[in-house]
């Protein structure tokens, strides 16, 4: 169902008007979550999941889906900075494809890049043990990524 993952500004035109969000910010060892309010200004952490099989990480983001009444997912993908796609996206890719064989939600796709570097350099200056900041990482890249396309979204109705 590949025509359920589009990039963010085409998986928008899908989505209803008005429902809540679901960012990911997808790690290797952690998935970062986030959730949009109904209106789609603010997004707020959720949580960070703690990967286990596919299966297992992907009921427990459809609950929350769920919990949240959440009409699509903005799922950050990590692209290189010249615009090069490596594994890390490749990946995110894959995790889409066999995400979206389980949910009828559309997913847009989210350029990421800098995210968990900027997130880092926020919770530093907040003056964030390292431990906690590897705690809470993931769950504020989540944060970040989905709060920027909200932004973008919000710009985009601005203009029309």
């Known amino acids: ?8 500004i085409d998986a928008a035109a899908r ?9 990911l910010d997808l790690g290797t060892k952690t998935i970062g979550v986030a959730v949009s ?4 200004r603010l997004a707020t952490g959720v949580e960070t999941i703690q990967r286990n ?14 919990e949240r009444n959440a009409v699509g997912f903005v799922l950050g ?4 900075m010249d615009a090069s796609e490596g594994p890390r996206a490749q990946s995110t890719r894959a995790f889409a494809r066999n995400f979206s064989k389980l949910t009828d939600l559309v997913i847009g796709l989210w350029d990421e890049r800098l995210s968990t570097a900027a997130v880092e350099r926020e919770l530093i200056g907040m003056d964030m043990s390292r431990a906690r900041r ?7 890249a989540a944060i970040f990524i989905l709060q920027g396309a909200l932004d973008r979204l919000a710009k985009l109705r601005e203009a029309s």
């Open 1 to 8: 169902m590949a025509e359920f993952i589009l990039p963010l």
């Open 134 to 140: 590897a705690k809470v990482i993931d769950e504020h």
């Open 15 to 23: 989505w209803p008007e008005r429902g809540a969000l679901v960012g």
């Open 77 to 80: 993908l990590p692209i290189n």
């Open 37 to 40: 309010d109904p209106d789609r």
């Open 53 to 66: 099989a596919f299966k297992t990480d992907a009921a427990r983001l459809l609950a929350i889906a769920g």
